[in-house]
Nanobody, 121 residues
Framework: VQLQASGGGLVQAGDSLRLSCAVS????????MGWFRQAPGKEREFVAA????????YYADSVKGRFTISRDNAKNTVDLQMNSLKPEDTAVYYC???????????????WGQGTLVTVSS
């Protein structure tokens, strides 16, 4: 499984940004795709996840109502629409693939390279 994250950039507080994770290779229907983020000096934290088969979604409380994770079957991507961005959303965002739902990064088997999101106040 190969993952390629893209879409990061510099935006102002209140703006929107859409991240995309291109997925290639063999993905089992039981897999879960997750977005995590890591701010400088902090541990990698869960942001959102989606089940590959059912498209059920899960969110961290800090982004619930502002971020939306989705799958694009035609493009074979997992996207993260981020609205009402805040300076505290500034981080490197990573997409991961795991065999089961988990809110901890250690349970994900595959990772993309990360894309930087910077939100200025």
């Amino acid at each position: 499984v190969q993952l390629q994250a893209s879409g990061g950039g510099l935006v102002q507080a209140g703006d929107s940004l859409r991240l995309s994770c291109a997925v290639s290779g063999r993905i089992f229907s039981s897999y879960v795709m997750g977005w995590f983020r890591q701010a400088p000096g902090k541990e990698r934290e869960f942001v959102a996840a989606i089940r590959w088969s059912s498209s059920s979604t899960y969110y961290a409380d800090s982004v619930k109502g502002r971020f939306t994770i989705s799958r694009d079957n035609a493009k074979n991507t997992v996207d993260l629409q981020m609205n009402s961005l805040k300076p505290e959303d500034t981080a490197v965002y990573y997409c991961g693939a795991g065999s089961s739902l988990s809110y901890t990064p250690g349970r994900y088997n595959y990772w993309g390279q990360g894309t930087l999101v910077t939100v200025s106040s």
